[in-house]
T-cell receptor, first 109, second 118 residues
């Protein structure tokens, strides 16, 4: 069965500091990996998906199949980045999206 | 319009009540989902509809009854709920269900309906 692990429940950094939110997955096939973000009092929204290899709001994430990781990174954190971040996996051939437990990021001024 | 709209935003119901949660999207998406999210927990899939037909039921108790009247609407009928069913219920939609690796159809979420069962 697929599993997504986000080891940090809470992460606190200062504005301008680099930030890395960790995500590891276990799945025997070829997964699709996503990062979703939920700002305070707002809906869950897609931030990144690995197949797009894009940078959104300065965030990037690279799928490392050897380490089964999909860590989210940003070189210079901003206060508006404070939010709940969920890593999610969808296995090939399935509509089911499995979420990690989430990491709450706080960026302090 | 890239929104999934859910009503009501808040609902309080007794254990003997019958109520419904509603979800609407006008993006032409043919896959719609219900997720349940307890406080400080990640969303958990309940149901998936594809082309108005139930595609996945994640062993959800029968006191939750989904309905997809047409391609834009998704309802969740609630009856004889328990206090532990209190949660945020999220509706979502995507262009279609997974049709091939690499498509990565984006799943759009609504703001959710906060349900409290008393």
């Amino acid at each position: 069965a697929q599993r997504v692990t986000q080891p940090e429940k809470l992460l606190s950094v200062f504005k301008g500091a680099p930030v890395e939110l960790k995500c590891n997955y276990s799945y025997s096939g070829s997964p699709e990996l996503f990062w979703y973000v939920q700002y305070s009092r707002q809906r869950l929204q897609l931030l990144l998906r690995h197949i797009s290899r894009e940078s959104i709001k300065g965030f990037t994430a690279d799928l490392n199949k050897g380490e089964t990781s999909f860590h989210l990174k940003k070189p210079f954190a901003q206060e508006e980045d404070s939010a709940m971040y969920y890593c999610a996996l969808r296995q090939g051939g399935s509509e089911k999206l499995v979420f990690g437990k989430g990491t709450k990021l706080t960026v302090n001024p | 319009d890239t929104e999934v709209t859910q009503t009501p935003k808040h609902l309080v119901m007794g254990m003997t009540n019958k109520k419904s949660l509603k979800c609407e999207q006008h993006m032409g998406h043919r896959a719609m989902y219900w997720y349940k999210q307890k406080a400080k927990k990640p969303p958990e899939l309940m149901f998936v509809y594809s082309y108005e037909k139930l595609s996945i039921n994640e062993s959800v108790p029968s006191r939750f009854s989904p309905e997809c009247p047409n391609s834009s609407l998704l309802n969740l009928h609630l009856h004889a709920l328990q206090p532990e069913d209190s949660a945020l219920y999220l509706c979502a939609s995507s262009q279609e269900i997974w049709t091939g690796f690499g498509r990565g159809n984006t799943i759009y979420f609504g703001e959710g309906s906060w349900l409290t069962v008393v």
